[in-house]
């Protein structure tokens, strides 16, 4: 069964720095791209950030560049987004998720609140 | 940037009917297009792919079409399990997703 479950979130200053993983069982985790994907509180889902098989090529959406950096070990089958310099209107739900021909597995999701 | 847009924002209907959901691409994604159902405190659920593939375990009352720059998304008959929000995402150029589509009980 594939599973993602992630770890880290919660509250922060702006300014701050966060870091989620996320844990992949179930799958060669080595073999595909992953992505964080985020969902503001009450509004859509916006991709993040996504990150190739070996962590050759990583790439992010334009409001995040430069803040946040997403890693990968495929020793560990983990899945790792930095996020430095938060913002208020970084505050969100952030989920890992399987990358693909659409995202066929999530992660749980997690919470970042960045307020002072 | 591809602009996903999906029509209505909101969409009433009764248990049994049909509900169609649209979802219009600001330039050809050819069939790159997946739809997904998320419901109050969930992740996302992939429902289609390809833009007409039923992702596994997805019940058959789902079907998608489209391709190019116009698609939609058919569920023949509502259930009460059906009532939630649905988006769709291109991956043809990174990656978008269109605004949802409320489904709400008439």
């Known amino acids: 069964e594939v599973q993602l479950v992630q770890s880290g979130g919660g509250l922060v200053q702006p300014g701050g720095s966060l870091r989620l993983s996320c844990a992949a069982s179930g799958f060669t985790f080595s073999r595909d791209w992953m992505s964080w994907v985020r969902q503001a509180p009450g509004k859509g889902l916006e991709w993040v950030a996504n990150?190739?098989?070996?962590?050759?090529?990583?790439y992010y959406v334009d409001s995040v560049k430069g803040r946040f950096t997403i890693s990968r070990d495929n020793a560990k089958n983990s899945l790792d987004l930095q996020m430095n310099s938060l913002r208020a209107e970084d505050t969100a739900v952030y989920f890992c998720?399987?990358?693909?021909?659409?995202?066929?597995?999530w992660g749980q999701g997690t919470l970042v609140t960045v307020s002072s | 940037e591809i602009v996903m847009t999906q029509s209505p924002a909101t969409l009433s209907v009764s248990p049994g009917e049909r509900a169609t959901l649209s979802c219009r691409a600001s330039?050809?994604?050819?069939?790159?297009l997946a739809w997904y159902q998320q419901k109050p405190g969930q992740a996302p659920r992939l429902l289609i792919y390809s833009a007409s593939a039923r992702a596994t375990g997805v019940p058959a009352r789902f079907s998608g079409s489209g391709s190019g720059t116009e698609f939609t998304l058919t569920i023949s008959s509502l259930q009460s399990e059906d009532f939630a929000v649905y988006y769709c995402?291109?991956?043809?150029?990174?990656?978008?997703f269109g605004q949802g589509t409320r489904l709400d009980i008439k």
């Open positions: 998720a399987r990358d693909g021909s659409g995202y066929h597995y």
């Open positions: 995402q291109q991956y043809y150029d990174w990656k978008t």
């Open positions: 990150i190739k098989e070996d962590g050759s090529e990583e």
């Open positions: 330039q050809s994604i050819s069939s790159n």
